[in-house]
């Protein structure tokens, strides 16, 4: 032992005293520091070394070899190699020395990287067990890397081909293990991607310590270290021939199969979540939730992996991976649509879906086809009766009839000739292909409902005007068509309600989102939905320094809430109230709708209604129903319109009902011209106060000596232990026009900023801006509140953050990848109406919400100060060493 150690101290201080461990090490910091401080040191962004270790993986595939290149080449190349064969020094000890000295600098290097997880401490709480599971994976793979690197020394004078070989050895599998698995089949892919070291060392990056990714490594180093010391001994010119080191290299390929092919084995393997959030371990919610289930349950991710980072991946793995461990009746699975060898499995999904809603789709199937069959015959009585009346409009006598007989004559004959478009739409939506995989029921039973229930409508008025008095000469013949018409009437409404009557067709609304693209389905022994991508996964949006969003997957959260919605049959209704005369579930060129938030919550099996106060009554609906107060987005003078204050009363009364409600607030006017906001009494009956004449606005620098006002904020973190606010705490929310409130239990704040005030005269242009007074101390913008009578309660100074154009804004990433910029939008929703219906436990807790680990408190010119210091501070320190310790040893 004492010949390895003297061998390997002695080989450290060769490569510290040369100027290649100086250039290594410095190369090292300097680019790790680049990364950290691009993607790691930044405001609000999540305080984890992830980004850093990933990219130095791929630094030590470059780096390693020039450490190893010159441990036995070179000093076979100067001479001295003899000098070391001859001495009384077995070649295990001397590989085993050589080795360990290369292990011994790379650790020093790796060390040399402490002061950016210092500098991390001191902005945010650091997670320390997955820092050291990123470090051990480093050490891991390098040790690797170096081992190759010393059997390719040993066998070489050159060093520049002991580099090159094992660069380029290390860079080719790992690049070619991920190309390969597309072009062979896919029972084979799984090897590629075992070999495949950068889909290792993710693991340990993440946080992640898996006893198979240890073996790996483990077997690669042993293995060629054996290598080495046999070509150390060929090197002595023994007897061992050229035949017994290539049955050695066989031999112990195939020990490396078998061993990592064991080690694959969930029987052998262990894997331990080094997170101190633990994040990739299920919470004692789902595990209880998993135990409580029956029957075979499915969760399939589709995912296309080409495009997602390969840490969400394997994170996205883990977690599922973890949901079947725990229940024997969870079947996960995780399939790329884009991948033409998944299509088999993908084919079968379908399948699988279709048989779990075969009774459902036999009866839409069998109402669709008679619906169908009731336009094609309303067609038909369309084309024979158009004639019939522009006939009867010749003979009527007074110009009234003769117009109506006319204006029927021509709507009957536009049906009569353009009634095949509209069933080209339902056949549209019926068909099934790459882009539509499963059939659009629902869409085809909304096109037939509309447009027979709009005839059956039409047709019963002039019906009515046919029966009432006509003139003599055509007062006989409308008699003898009533019944014709009668028939066909009856027949459209009695279909159109049949078509009515089949509710909610679960099958066409997954056809929908299966449509759009990725996500997760869930499937229980007879029902299923799916989760959108969007509430999955997160995505760090370059060259945007206000989006920092959490990337890991939070997929366990967000699955359990959904396995819960369809397991109980407590699911609650919502009803937009507004003031708005056309719908706000359609589609608008502004996105001022509410065509997201509807879906998102559709998406979750929630029910979701809405109640025009100027045109309709209040919708009767089951308990629980959270109703959410949307105001006008909009006000013409000072005064509240009629129909605002049609929604005040409304809000007003189901108060008085003590339903549970979501009351969302708009700056006014009024407060400024000293009269009283209706809005503020609704508040103030809550023991809640909204300064509704303020907005909080800030300055922002978006060029040189250029600032623009900004009156809309976005919100990454909470501070409230409300189940709400940690179940989004670490996702973005954006709130436009932000008003303070005061009372409740807070769910969100806006911190105070040298550049924030609250701005008296909000409605005002850039140019017309005034600064006041900055924010002091962090401002509430929305709280809760549970009365005495039970009834809860949510306010939110801010009324258009429900709209589609904040709740669904994107930006494009990666190729044709999107990343939601206001994810935090769509799950306060959710988990505010789980909230207010009382269903705490179905509201999802994320990881960040039970630790938060952020990046905060960090000023732009403290920003500079550090990268100048951690990018060209420390490996100029390196150098400066070195520079130093030469000339010391040249002096001396």
Same mark, same amino acid.
């Given at each position: 032992m004492k010949k390895i150690i003297h061998i390997c101290m002695q080989d450290v201080w060769s490569i510290m005293v040369v100027p290649t461990g100086a250039v290594v090490a410095a190369l090292f910091?300097?680019?790790?520091?680049?990364?950290?401080?691009?993607?790691?040191?930044?405001?609000?962004?999540?305080?984890?070394?992830?980004?850093?270790?990933?990219?130095?993986?791929?630094?030590?595939?470059?780096?390693?070899?020039?450490?190893?290149?010159?441990?036995?080449?070179?000093?076979?190349?100067?001479?001295?190699?003899?000098? +070391?064969? /001859? !001495?009384?020094? *077995? $070649?295990?000890?001397? %590989?085993?020395?050589?080795?360990?000295?290369?292990? =011994?600098?790379? @650790?020093?290097?790796?060390?040399?990287?402490?002061?950016?997880?210092?500098?991390?401490?001191?902005?945010?709480?650091?997670?320390?067990?997955?820092?050291?599971?990123?470090?051990?994976?480093?050490?891991?793979?390098?040790?690797?890397?170096?081992?190759?690197?010393? +059997?390719? /020394? !040993?066998?070489? *004078? $050159?060093?520049?081909? %002991?580099?090159?070989?094992?660069?380029?050895?290390? =860079?080719?599998? @790992?690049?070619?293990?991920?190309?390969?698995?597309?072009?062979?089949?896919?029972?084979?892919?799984?090897?590629?991607?075992a070999i495949d070291p950068d889909f290792r060392i993710e693991a340990f990056s993440i946080g992640l310590i898996d006893s198979a990714n240890i073996v790996y490594f483990l077997t690669i180093s042993i293995a060629t270290g054996w290598l080495s010391i046999l070509a150390i001994e060929k090197t002595r010119q023994t007897l061992i021939r050229t035949w017994k080191f290539l049955s050695c290299l066989v031999l112990l390929f195939i020990s490396i199969i078998s061993i990592n092919g064991l080690a694959l084995q969930n029987q052998y393997r262990v894997r331990f979540d080094a997170t101190g959030s633990?994040?990739?371990?299920?919470?004692?919610?789902?595990?209880?939730?998993?135990?409580?289930?029956?029957?075979?349950?499915?969760?399939?991710?589709?995912?296309?992996?080409?495009?997602?980072?390969?840490?969400?991946?394997?994170?996205?793995?883990?977690?599922?991976?973890?949901?079947?461990?725990?229940?024997?009746?969870?079947?996960?699975?995780?399939?790329?649509?884009?991948?033409?060898?998944?299509?088999?499995?993908?084919?079968?999904?379908?399948?699988?879906?279709?048989?779990?809603?075969?009774?459902?789709?036999?009866?839409?199937?069998?109402?669709?086809?008679?619906?169908?069959?009731?336009?094609?015959?309303?067609?038909?009585?369309?084309?024979?009766?158009?004639?019939?009346?522009?006939?009867?409009?010749?003979?009527?006598?007074?110009?009234?009839?003769?117009?109506?007989?006319?204006?029927?004559?021509?709507?009957?004959?536009?049906?009569?000739?353009?009634?095949?478009?509209?069933?080209?739409?339902?056949?549209?939506?019926?068909?099934?292909?790459?882009?539509?995989?499963?059939?659009?029921?629902?869409?085809?039973?909304?096109?037939?409902?509309?447009?027979?229930?709009?005839?059956?409508?039409?047709?019963?008025?002039?019906?009515w005007w046919m029966t009432r008095e006509r003139s003599e000469d055509i007062a006989a013949i409308c008699r003898s068509?009533?019944?014709?018409?009668?028939?066909?009437?009856?027949?459209?409404?009695?279909?159109?309600?049949?078509?009515?009557?089949?509710?909610?067709?679960?099958?066409?609304?997954?056809?929908?989102?299966?449509?759009?693209?990725?996500?997760?389905?869930?499937?229980?022994?007879?029902?299923?939905?799916m989760i959108p991508a969007s509430m999955l996964f997160r995505s760090y949006v370059s060259g945007s320094s206000s989006i920092a969003v959490d990337q890991r997957f939070r997929g366990e959260q967000i699955i359990s809430s959904a396995m819960r919605s369809i397991e109980s049959n407590a699911s609650p209704v919502v009803v937009f109230v507004h003031t708005e005369p056309r719908s706000l579930f359609v589609s608008r060129g502004d996105n001022v709708d509410l065509v997201a938030a509807k879906g998102l919550l559709e998406a979750s099996r929630i029910k979701v209604l809405e109640w025009s106060t100027v045109k309709g009554e209040k919708p009767e609906t089951a308990t629980p129903t959270v109703w959410i107060l949307i105001p006008p987005t909009s006000r013409i003078g000072l005064e509240p319109s009629k129909e605002e204050l049609e929604l005040i009363q409304a809000a007003k009364q189901l108060l008085h009902e003590n339903q549970n409600i979501f009351l969302n607030f708009q700056p006014s006017l009024l407060p400024r011209y000293g009269q009283s906001d209706p809005w503020v009494t609704i508040a103030e009956s809550l023991g809640v106060f909204i300064d509704t004449g303020k907005v909080i606005a800030e300055r922002v620098a978006v060029g040189p000596n250029e600032v623009q006002i900004q009156r809309g904020q976005s919100i990454l973190e909470t501070s409230s232990q409300h189940p709400v606010a940690r179940a989004i705490d670490g996702s973005q929310l954006y709130l436009p026009l932000p008003m303070t409130l005061t009372g409740g239990v807070p769910l969100l704040h806006v911190k105070s900023n040298e550049d924030r005030w609250l701005d008296t005269y909000w409605e005002r242009q850039d140019d017309e801006v005034v600064f006041e007074n900055p924010i002091q101390n962090d401002v509430i913008v929305a709280t809760s509140v549970i009365r005495e009578e039970g009834n809860r309660v949510i306010l939110v100074g801010s009324g258009n953050w429900l709209f589609t154009w904040a709740t669904d804004r994107a930006i494009s990433v990666s190729g044709d990848g999107i990343a939601m910029l206001n994810p935090g939008n769509s799950e306060f929703l959710l988990a505010s109406i789980e909230w207010l219906a009382g269903l705490d436990h179905w509201i999802a807790v994320g990881p960040i919400g039970q630790q938060s680990r952020r990046v905060q408190g960090l000023q732009r010119s403290t920003y500079i100060v550090w990268a100048f210091t951690l990018v060209l501070g420390i490996p100029a320190l390196i150098m400066l060493i070195f520079t130093l310790f030469t000339l010391r040893r040249r002096q001396a």
């Open positions: 910091t300097f680019l790790c520091g680049i990364v950290f401080m691009a993607q790691v040191l930044e405001p609000n962004a999540m305080a984890s070394m992830q980004p850093v270790f990933s990219f130095a993986a791929w630094i030590l595939l470059v780096l390693c070899p020039a450490i190893t290149m010159r441990l036995v080449a070179e000093e076979r190349r100067i001479g001295t190699w003899e000098v +070391l064969l /001859s !001495s009384p020094i *077995t $070649s295990f000890e001397l %590989a085993k020395g050589k080795f360990l000295s290369a292990l =011994l600098f790379l @650790s020093i290097t790796l060390a040399l990287t402490f002061p950016l997880v210092i500098v991390l401490e001191m902005y945010a709480d650091v997670d320390y067990g997955e820092i050291a599971s990123g470090y051990l994976g480093l050490l891991m793979l390098g040790s690797a890397v170096i081992s190759t690197g010393l +059997l390719i /020394s !040993s066998l070489t *004078t $050159s060093q520049t081909v %002991a580099y090159l070989v094992t660069a380029f050895f290390w =860079l080719t599998m @790992s690049l070619s293990m991920k190309v390969l698995p597309a072009y062979v089949p896919t029972r084979f892919a799984d090897i590629f991607y633990r994040a990739y371990t299920l919470s004692q919610e789902t595990n209880d939730l998993l135990e409580q289930i029956d029957g075979l349950w499915r969760i399939v991710v589709l995912l296309d992996d080409k495009q997602m980072q390969a840490s969400v991946v394997k994170q996205v793995d883990e977690v599922l991976r973890r949901y079947q461990d725990a229940s024997e009746n969870i079947l996960v699975q995780r399939i790329n649509p884009a991948d033409p060898q998944s299509i088999t499995e993908y084919d079968e999904l379908l399948r699988e879906l279709i048989a779990l809603y075969a009774s459902e789709l036999e009866i839409a199937n069998s109402r669709i086809e008679e619906g169908i069959k009731a336009f094609e015959d309303l067609t038909l009585f369309a084309m024979s009766t158009s004639a019939w009346s522009e006939s009867l409009a010749q003979l009527a006598t007074n110009e009234a009839e003769q117009d109506t007989l006319l204006t029927l004559a021509n709507a009957l004959a536009v049906l009569g000739q353009e009634g095949s478009l509209i069933l080209e739409e339902v056949y549209i939506a019926l068909a099934v292909h790459d882009q539509q995989p499963l059939p659009q029921i629902a869409l085809a039973r909304d096109i037939l409902v509309a447009v027979l229930g709009q005839w059956a409508s039409e047709l019963s008025e002039v019906t068509e009533v019944p014709s018409f009668d028939r066909i009437v009856a027949q459209l409404k009695q279909v159109s309600q049949g078509l009515s009557d089949l509710g909610d067709l679960e099958l066409g609304q997954l056809a929908t989102q299966l449509a759009n693209g990725e996500g997760a389905i869930i499937m229980s022994p007879d029902r299923a939905t």
